[in-house]
Structure formats: structure tokens, C-alpha cells
């Protein structure tokens, strides 16, 4: 993860946040994409609180490809920030799971991921987010990881793809994927202790209420 948190760390020196763009898709996860949301915009919060870094953290915003309204699963109805064609470049990318076939079938959807995994420093998937990750090729020569009930479907569809079960999280660097749902909030403070120091996500994670350890 070295070189991709200190790029991304650098970005904070420089005096300006991490722009952190989230996928957002037809039956996406809700938790696969607001986890993440509410980690790196607590963080935010609390480096701004604590005097961590002056011009802010972190800059999260959603994006979602043709129509900025989307139903996420279980029917519950979210508006993206942005639509692909007036996205800003993010730095972090990160694409969430849910029902990936809407997704997998749109060749705009994964040509945005393509273009916008290319221009970001790191790019991060949770959950069935791997599949759009493994699609596009970016997951080629890496290990990688999705929710334990899809691990044999991403082997299968990809075979070459070196899948690993019964982990939170994969880092491989310029990428990282994560396991099942909830994995993408222990992956967010994981990058948060790499961005921020260990501390920062601790706060974070105390801030949240939430049980995490590096």
C-alpha cells in the first residue's frame, strides 16, 4: 500500500483533501457505498477537529453513470453528487458491490471505471465490486477478494484471478478489495491509518462507534 497511501498522503501535504468518488448503480449495497461515505467524511471531521491537517481530509462525493437518481437494493432511493460526464478526477476511487449485472452489462459504467480508476491514485472495491474491478482487467496479475458467498463465481469467471477467502481485505497497492459489505468500513479506516496515522483512525472509528483495530 506504500506508494499509493503516500501519493494519496502527499495530495493532504500539497493543502488540498483527497477527492474520494463512490460508484453508485442500480441495485447497489447500501452499506457497500455509505460505509465507506461515513468513514472518510468522519475522518475528515475529526482531522479538521484535531487540528490534523488544515485545508481538510478528505472530499467525498458520489457519482453514478447516465442518471444521477439511483435505486439502490431494498429499494431506497439515492441522488449521486455527480454524473459520470461532469465527474471531477478522483484520487481515490471506489467502487462498491450489490447486484453487479446492471453494471457488468453497461458498457458506460465500465468504461467510467476505466477511465476513472486510470486517472486515480488508488482504486478500492467492496464486496461484488471486484467483479467490475476483474472486468475492466485491473484486478490481472493481482490477488483479490469479494463476499465469501461470490468467491467461487469470481473464480469462475475469472480463473486466472488469484481469489483469496476468509479476509477482510486484499492490499495490493494501486488497488485494494474487500470482503463481504461491512469489510469496506474496516478497508476505509485501514486506508485512513495509512493516509492519516493510526490515531486519526482510531478517532475515526471511536467517532463512529465502531470496534477497530489496525
Same mark, same amino acid.
Given at each position: 500500500?506504500?506508494? &499509493?497511501?503516500d501519493?494519496?498522503?502527499?495530495?493532504? $501535504?500539497?493543502g488540498?483533501?483527497?477527492?474520494?468518488? #463512490?460508484?453508485?448503480?442500480?441495485e447497489v449495497?447500501?452499506?457497500d !457505498?455509505? @460505509?465507506?461515505?461515513?468513514?472518510?467524511?468522519?475522518?475528515?471531521?475529526v $482531522? +479538521?477537529?484535531? =487540528? %490534523?491537517v488544515? /485545508?481538510?481530509? !478528505?472530499?467525498?462525493a458520489?457519482?453514478a453513470?447516465?442518471?444521477?437518481d439511483v435505486r439502490?437494493r431494498h /429499494? %431506497?432511493?439515492? +441522488?449521486a453528487?455527480h454524473?459520470a460526464?461532469d &465527474?471531477?478526477p478522483?484520487? *481515490?476511487l471506489v467502487?462498491?458491490?450489490?447486484?453487479?449485472?446492471q453494471p457488468? @452489462?453497461?458498457a $458506460?459504467?465500465?468504461?467510467y #471505471?476505466?477511465r476513472?480508476s486510470?486517472?486515480a491514485t488508488?482504486?478500492?472495491?467492496?464486496c461484488? /465490486?471486484? !467483479?467490475?474491478? &476483474?472486468?475492466i482487467?485491473l484486478?490481472?496479475g493481482?490477488?483479490a477478494?469479494t463476499h465469501w458467498?461470490d468467491?467461487p463465481? *469470481? +473464480?469462475?469467471a475469472h480463473p486466472? *484471478?488469484?481469489?483469496?477467502e476468509?479476509?477482510?481485505?486484499?492490499?495490493e497497492?494501486?488497488?485494494?478489495?474487500?470482503?463481504?459489505?461491512?469489510? =469496506? #468500513?474496516g478497508?476505509?479506516?485501514?486506508l485512513?491509518? /495509512?493516509?492519516?496515522?493510526?490515531?486519526?483512525?482510531? &478517532?475515526?472509528?471511536?467517532?463512529?462507534?465502531?470496534?477497530?483495530e489496525?
Open positions: 500500500m506504500a506508494r &499509493a497511501v501519493g494519496l498522503g502527499g495530495i493532504i $501535504a500539497g488540498r483533501p483527497v477527492r474520494v468518488g #463512490i460508484l453508485l448503480f442500480p449495497e447500501v452499506l !457505498f455509505a @460505509g465507506p461515505f461515513e468513514v472518510f467524511s468522519v475522518a475528515d471531521r $482531522a +479538521r477537529r484535531d =487540528g %490534523l488544515p /485545508g481538510g481530509a !478528505f472530499d467525498v458520489t457519482v453513470v447516465g442518471h444521477r439502490a /429499494g %431506497l432511493i439515492v +441522488r453528487a454524473e460526464s &465527474a471531477p478522483f484520487d *481515490l467502487v462498491p458491490g450489490g447486484v453487479v449485472t457488468l @452489462g453497461d $458506460a459504467t465500465l468504461d #471505471i476505466r476513472a486510470a486517472a488508488l482504486t478500492a472495491s467492496v461484488t /465490486g471486484a !467483479f467490475l474491478l &476483474a472486468a482487467g484486478l490481472e493481482r490477488a477478494t458467498e468467491v463465481d *469470481l +473464480r469462475t486466472a *484471478l488469484r481469489v483469496l476468509d479476509v477482510p481485505f486484499v492490499d497497492d494501486e488497488v485494494i478489495t474487500s470482503a463481504g459489505i461491512s469489510a =469496506g #468500513i478497508m476505509s479506516l485501514h485512513v491509518a /495509512g493516509i492519516l496515522g493510526k490515531a486519526a483512525a482510531r &478517532a475515526t472509528a471511536r467517532q463512529m462507534q465502531y470496534d477497530w489496525p
